[in-house]
Every structure is written in structure tokens, then in C-alpha cells.
């Protein structure tokens, strides 16, 4: 059964930085990529990153550039998402999203976004 | 950056009506758009890809339309399981980008 996994609810202080943990089973882990979406109390969902596995490249949105880093550990079949110098407009839950491989460029999503974790709540308050 | 307007907000309906949702891209975006559900508690479901291809198992009275600016989410004789909320995604450049969302509510 495909499933992704997310590690569970952090509470921050301005300032400070999380790491947000997103573990797949049930499939090839390294074929498919994978997105990181938050959406924040009544707001609407926001695509925040991607990662091919496959290559290591990522791509950034660029309300989050110089904040957001994605990484994987493919023998641990787990993603992270690091978010830095957090504020309260930071607060937000946080999903990890599979996304099928793009045979034709490997540098841009596919983008059937097929598969969501269940959130990973992230509080940031002082 | 492409912008979703995705409306009604809200939709109220009774078992057995047809329900439609729309998403209107600030630009043209081919038919790269996605439709998902997402019920409290749970992770969101993929419908429809590409604008009107219905996701493997995903029932046939969901169904999908459009292309360039203008998509539809369509929900034949709506049933009380559907009560959820919709959101749409375009996928045809970076960043992607979500709708607002719609939360349907079933009498």
C-alpha cells in the first residue's frame, strides 16, 4: 500500500528553524519525486518546493527561496523539508505530495501529484 | 505566477443533485490542471488529471472540463460521501499554484 508518513506536530519560536520529516513505502521510492505544500488557517493550499530523487534536483518556489531546503535520504526512503527563520505566518500545516516521474525532463514536475501524507502540523508562536 | 480563482466557496446541495465547481487560471495553462478531495483528518484524494481524465477508481459521476483558462469540476447525483472540500492545482508552470477551494457541504 502506497503510503507517505509524516513525522508529527512542532511548535517553534520566531527565529527558529524545523525540520519536517516525510518516510514512503509501498513503491519505488527513487522513481517517483516529490512536493512540499502547506496551507496555513484559513488559507488556500501553497506549493512550496519539489525534489527528484532520481537526480537530486530541486526547484523552490520563490516566495520561500533562501528559506526552504529539500533534501532526501534514499536509502531511508524519507524526504525532509527544512523551513528557517520561521514567523507566525508560518503556521501552517505542511504535506508531502508523490509525484509521478517526468520521462521527458527530469528537471520539471510531472505533475500528477497522486499521493498526500497527512499533514504535519507546525505552530509558531513565542 | 499563475493565479487559480476557483468558486463558489461554499456549496450547500441535497443527495442527488449535480454539483459544479469552477477554476479560472489567471493565464493559459493548457489543460494541466488537477482536481483533488480532501475530507477532515484525512489525506486528499486525486480525481481528476489533466483537466478531464478521472483517476483510476475515482467514481464516473466526478468528471472534469476545460482548457487554457476555464475548468470545471463536475458531481453528478451527488451523494452525503462527497461532502468534503475541492481545491483544483495547475501544474503547467512554476510555482504551482492552488485554488481557493470549495467546501461542499450534503443536506
Known amino acids: ?126 | 505566477e499563475t493565479t487559480l480563482i476557483q468558486s463558489p466557496a461554499f456549496v450547500s446541495a441535497t443527495p442527488g443533485d449535480t454539483v459544479t465547481i469552477s477554476c479560472t487560471a489567471s493565464q493559459d495553462i493548457d489543460d494541466d490542471l488537477n482536481w483533488y478531495q480532501r475530507k477532515p483528518g484525512e489525506p486528499a484524494i486525486f480525481l481528476i488529471q489533466e483537466s478531464s481524465t478521472l483517476v483510476r477508481g475515482i467514481p464516473p459521476r466526478f468528471s472534469g472540463s476545460g482548457y487554457g483558462t476555464h475548468f470545471t469540476l463536475t458531481i453528478n447525483n451527488i451523494e452525503s460521501d462527497d461532502a468534503a472540500y475541492y481545491f483544483c492545482l495547475q501544474h503547467d508552470n512554476f510555482p504551482l499554484t492552488f485554488g481557493g477551494g470549495t467546501k461542499i457541504e450534503i443536506k
Not at chain 1, 527558529?16 to 512540499?36: E, I, P, Q
Not at chain 1, 501529484?113 to 513565542?126: E, F, I, K, N, Q
Open chain 1, 1 to 126: 500500500q502506497v503510503q507517505l508518513v509524516q513525522s508529527g506536530a512542532e511548535m517553534e519560536k520566531p527565529g527558529a528553524s524545523v525540520r519536517l520529516s516525510c518516510k514512503a513505502s509501498g513503491y519505488t521510492f527513487s522513481t517517483y519525486t516529490l512536493h512540499w505544500v502547506r496551507q496555513a488557517p484559513g488559507q488556500s493550499l501553497e506549493w512550496m518546493g519539489w525534489i527528484n530523487f532520481g537526480t537530486g534536483f530541486t526547484k523552490y518556489s520563490p516566495k520561500f527561496r533562501g528559506r526552504v531546503t529539500i533534501t532526501s535520504d534514499t536509502s531511508a526512503t524519507t524526504s525532509f523539508m527544512e523551513l528557517n527563520n520561521l514567523n507566525s505566518a508560518d503556521t501552517a500545516v505542511y504535506y508531502c505530495v508523490r509525484d509521478e516521474p517526468n520521462e521527458v525532463d527530469a528537471d520539471y514536475p510531472w505533475g500528477a501529484l497522486d499521493v498526500w501524507g497527512p499533514g504535519t502540523m507546525v505552530t509558531v508562536s513565542s
